[in-house]
């Protein structure tokens, strides 16, 4: 996926997440667990894009 790609995405989800904690008026706990959620999903998916992701989902636990 190119670098380009990445940026815009991350740009249109932070510009949707920063529309949504200043325009919608929602308790403070639920924007919280909402940022949370969103910020985990991009790391995930970052993971996912550049490729470590698949070491840490196939690390075995062994004796």
């Known amino acids: 996926m190119p670098l380009v790609t990445i940026v815009i995405a991350l740009v249109v989800v932070g510009v949707v997440l920063w529309l ?4 919608i008026p929602v308790a403070s706990s639920i924007k919280t667990i909402l940022n ?3 910020v985990v999903c991009i790391v995930v998916w970052l993971l ?16």
């Open 20 to 23: 949504i904690n200043t325009y």
């Open 36 to 38: 949370i959620v969103v």
């Open 48 to 63: 996912q894009v550049f490729g470590p992701w698949g070491t840490v989902t196939s690390y075995k636990f062994t004796r």
